[in-house]
């Protein structure tokens, strides 16, 4: 996805949101937040709990009112002309009953789109297509409190979709959700984003989430972004990686003692071989490794390397965030 400035539909300038007990601040669940979202992009909301997540989405949607700050969508104010922003947006909150229980699975998709003002009658060639991608055909009939609970949140997405709606918030998609929903949740959120150049923003736990369906994330602590980019953009940041060395017969105490001035080392000798287990956050240091190997000739039996997943470069970043508020990309 390219980004380009006119491709922007939504602009959130300087959000803060501050709960108070009478005239006390009790907390500043999100504190001066800004940031854009492009058409066509699936941008990701992340944070520990309590991070301000769900009351910036919440925000965005205008059903909790922010104390400052201003939500654009589309270049329409949220917050000055709540109706007409509001028709370009759709929300799947967490946890809530986004769908209407009584209601079979086909009524719901109707039900919705008569709400955002589009005659059911019209669409039923969209319902059905909606129907199909989430493997709801077998259930179009059934009414939705008694459907399980991964269809039940299908059908809420797909109630959130079918909206003419141009940004879509998804708080949590796939908590909860088995392996084979969460993932038909995530390649029918890819394929809507690509077909519809549709703009979702989802906040979530699950990072393998945020690798399969995320162009770019945002992290959030304690009300403030940490850090916005690509993901791997990110990855590249804490460009570290692991080795797992092992050599022939033991290592003589020379070898040990040149090993033992790299960080992050960790040495494992049984009588035939040894292990050496290393986190290289600098390539030349793989270079240093080896040549003390060369250095008395000793029999390199494997190498193998991983690279950090963005479960790990997450932690890394909201640790890193304690120190330095904010992580420096440049
Ligand atoms: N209605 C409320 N009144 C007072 N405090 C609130 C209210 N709603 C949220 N908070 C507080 O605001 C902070 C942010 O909460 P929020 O629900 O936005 O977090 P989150 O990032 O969505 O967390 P999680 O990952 O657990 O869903 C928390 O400290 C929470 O206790
Ligand atoms: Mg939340």
Redesign the pocket.
Known sequence: MIILENNCILEVNNLSKT?TKGKKE??K?VDNISFRAYKGEILGLL??????????VKMICSLVKASEGTVLIDGIDNFKKRSKALKKISAVL?GNRNIYWKLTVRENLEFFSALKGIDPKKIQDKIDYYINIFNLKEKEKVIASKLSRGMQQKLAIATALISEAEVILLDEPTLGLDVKASYDIRRMLTEIVKKENKTIIL?T?DMNVVEDVCDRVII?DHGRIIAEDKIENLMRLFNVKSYNFVIEGNLSENQKLELSKINHLEIKESSESTEILINLEDNQLFYKVMSTFGSENSVIKTIESKELNFEEVFIKILGRSKKDEYVDIA
Do not use: L, M, R, S
């Open positions: 709960y009790i907390i669940a944070g520990a709990n309590g991070a301000g997540k769900t009351t910036t967490e906040t736990h959030v």
